[in-house]
């Protein structure tokens, strides 16, 4: 259904008297500065979550050392803490109450600067959790979605304001979650990003780790697992409201003229996706609250009957399932990848047929790709646990419909790159970005295939091998697809530019440490190195000391690591860029800088109240670049129909 809304309607909105700045910018209604407020949130963690991945690779690469800089600020402080007569007299001061708890859960996984093996967990279990949930989905798909898919179907805001806004509130409020986990005592989840139980469920619930005068049984609540848990239970609920607001916004509010093949590619990857959270994530947040209610309240839904801690039979009644946690996260984290890639695979399309100058090939049969995509994504889930004893039958089928969701992703790859063939291509920093995420995902996804036979997944499963493989997906990938976006977008939301030199500083050092960081993964894999080894492998000499490609495992981990701290480096130029263009930027020139086809382009820069000054409508397809015998090498969506911009009958075929 096209959108029925009135200019006059929003010229009516405009009348009202300024809103306070904390409605126009902190609790706003408008999809644009929701759009940008999930960004910087998402840009925040993505770098938090960076930095706690670095504190490991330190640790991999130097065992038993101290980690520069933070390490030996958090073992000073922890010495101080201990020894220092003003810290011990605070303690007495408050009667048997240590007011410096908070301090003590970070420096206590540092003992003398080094990371400790619970230190080593915690980040491990936190950078996996942090930089999917709470930096690549908000970009990928809220931050993305909410600023772009509006303007790009001519809609002057989404469907429902204020669940927009209760949807990155909700998010907010998750994010303080997983913040506070790092300042409970005994720190924050040591379980993994999958939080696998019993494990998960019995982390951090003994007494002797909190300081005394806590009240009895708090420790049920005020631990990192339980605040992981709380938290991703509140993230999950931000992205069923955004997932609803995002289908109804694209069903119902699109302007007149702009039919389902009119949409941009980037519209239908945003609305699958969100299909894939509504239907993926509600089985995962019954399981995080079923969770919440095993450690807080002592049911037992995972917690098997006779288990055994610490020498002891655990106080639970028992006659969970713990494979029935696992079965209920995977049944989301599959289509969770999807929910990773598919806004990235949207944005790549948009910027290859604008820096080709041509349009997408096969822009119904990559439609078609991923909406099988979408369906094939729900009856894979078990491939992630052939090493629960699965039976050969169920173990078959998990094998042919994993093999089989692997050719819509090859229709969608051939297509984006048959669709450089023949171009005009501009190599501007976006389309440096997208091109490169073509063979980085390339390589992701045909790394996946041997791991999709259960005889490959016992051997490889938690090795490096699983690291490389998932991390070209979503590093090199989705991050490399969210930067394009970022350089392609920013001109119109902030009305500069961002310089084309830092970009390609940017482009190029990240391309070239980002596989001298996971490319020697493959290798360790192969070895038989596993990821959780906190001390890079020492301890397991005989696998470890394996010579490949003239190094031993440990050896590469070097490698990698020096790859991981010049990876980091090579941000720099991006983060000076982004912030210093908000105000030193080259102003754009006009409203479509990029000479690109579609709506969002024909909207003031940056947007205003209501996007569009004009009545919208389209008369054409998204990609109609380089028409024979128009005057000009695009004909956007919203030009009137002439003959010379008249496109061939089989333009999007």
């Known amino acids: 259904m096209a959108a029925t809304t009135t200019l006059h309607e929003h010229d009516a909105h405009d009348d009202h008297h300024e809103q306070h700045w904390i409605w126009k910018y902190v609790f706003s209604t408008d999809h644009k500065t929701i759009g940008i407020q999930y960004g910087i949130t998402g840009l925040l963690f993505l770098f938090f979550g960076f930095c706690l991945m670095l504190v490991m690779r330190w640790q991999l690469a130097?065992?038993?050392?101290?980690?520069?800089?933070?390490?030996?600020?958090?073992?000073?402080?922890?010495?101080w803490l201990n020894q220092d007569p003003r810290a011990l007299s605070t303690l007495a001061k408050t009667g048997s109450f240590d007011s410096w708890f908070w301090l003590r859960a970070v420096t206590d996984i540092f003992p003398g600067g080094k990371l400790s093996a619970d230190g080593y967990n915690s980040f491990g279990a936190m950078h996996g959790t942090i930089m999917v949930f709470f930096g690549i989905v908000p970009i990928a798909f809220a931050s993305f979605g909410n600023f772009v898919v509006p303007l790009q179907i001519g809609a002057p805001d989404m469907t429902f304001p204020r669940i927009n806004m209760a949807s990155y509130w909700c998010f907010f409020i998750s994010c303080i979650f997983m913040l506070v986990s790092f300042f409970v005592p005994g720190g924050a989840a040591k379980s993994g990003r999958t939080s696998y139980p019993p494990l998960s469920n019995i982390a951090d619930l003994g007494q002797g780790i909190y300081p005394s005068g806590f009240e009895p049984h708090i420790h049920h609540f005020f631990n990192g697992q339980t605040l992981w848990v709380t938290g991703m239970v509140f993230n999950i609920t931000a992205s069923l409201l955004g997932s609803v607001n995002f289908i109804a916004t694209i069903i119902q509010l699109?302007?007149?003229?702009?039919?389902?093949?009119?949409?941009?590619?980037?519209?239908?990857?945003?609305?699958?996706?969100?299909?894939?959270?509504?239907?993926?994530?509600?089985?995962?947040?019954?399981?995080?609250?079923?969770?919440?209610?095993?450690?807080?309240?002592?049911?037992?839904f995972f917690m098997p009957t006779g288990l055994i801690v610490g020498q002891q039979i655990t106080q639970w009644s028992g006659g969970g399932s713990p494979v029935l946690w696992q079965h209920l996260f995977w049944f989301l984290a599959h289509p969770e990848v999807y929910v990773l890639i598919l806004p990235g695979i949207g944005m790549v399309a948009e910027i290859i047929a604008c820096g080709t100058r041509k349009p997408l090939y096969g822009y119904k049969a990559m439609v078609g790709a991923i909406f099988v995509l979408g369906f094939l994504s729900f009856v894979v889930w078990a491939h992630h646990m052939y090493m629960t004893g699965m039976g050969a039958k169920v173990a078959a089928f998990f094998q042919t419909t994993t093999i089989i969701i692997s050719i819509p992703?090859?229709?969608?790859?051939?297509?984006l790159l048959l669709s450089l063939w023949g171009g005009s291509i501009r190599f501007t920093t976006p389309m440096l970005f997208a091109t490169a995420f073509l063979p980085m995902f390339g390589i992701g996804g045909l790394t996946g295939i041997p791991l999709a036979f259960n005889a490959v997944g016992l051997y490889l499963h938690d090795t490096y091998y699983i690291i490389a493989h998932f991390h070209y997906v979503v590093a090199p990938g989705t991050i490399f697809a969210i930067f394009a976006g970022i350089y392609h977008w920013y001109p119109k939301a902030a009305g500069r530019m961002l310089n084309e030199f830092l970009g390609k500083v940017h482009f190029w050092g990240s391309l070239i440490f980002i596989n001298g960081l996971f490319a020697p993964m493959f290798l360790q894999g192969m070895a038989g190195m596993h990821r959780r080894w906190y001390d890079g492998g020492a301890t397991y000499e005989q696998l470890s000391n394996q010579v490949v490609m003239g190094r031993t495992g440990i050896e590469w981990n070097s490698v990698i690591?020096?790859?991981?701290?010049?990876?980091?480096?090579?941000?720099?130029?991006?983060?000076?860029?982004?912030?210093?263009s908000m105000k030193f930027g080259k102003k754009v020139p006009n409203d479509n800088p990029w000479d690109a086809t579609t709506v969002e382009w024909d909207t003031p820069t940056p947007p205003g109240h209501g996007n569009f000054t004009k009545e919208i409508k389209v008369y054409r397809g998204p990609y109609e670049y380089s028409i024979p015998g128009a005057d000009k090498d695009f004909t956007p969506q919203t030009e009137l129909p002439s003959d010379k911009n008249k496109p061939p009958a089989d333009a999007h075929h």
């Open 62 to 79: 130097h065992p038993d050392t101290v980690v520069p800089i933070f390490g030996k600020i958090m073992g000073d402080l922890g010495a």
């Open 254 to 300: 699109r302007a007149p003229g702009m039919t389902w093949m009119r949409l941009p590619f980037f519209v239908w990857s945003q609305f699958v996706t969100a299909f894939l959270l509504l239907l993926a994530f509600p089985p995962l947040e019954a399981a995080g609250v079923m969770q919440l209610m095993d450690r807080a309240f002592d049911t037992s």
């Open 409 to 415: 992703s090859v229709i969608l790859l051939t297509a």
């Open 561 to 580: 690591s020096t790859s991981a701290f010049l990876l980091c480096a090579a941000q720099l130029p991006f983060i000076f860029n982004f912030f210093l």
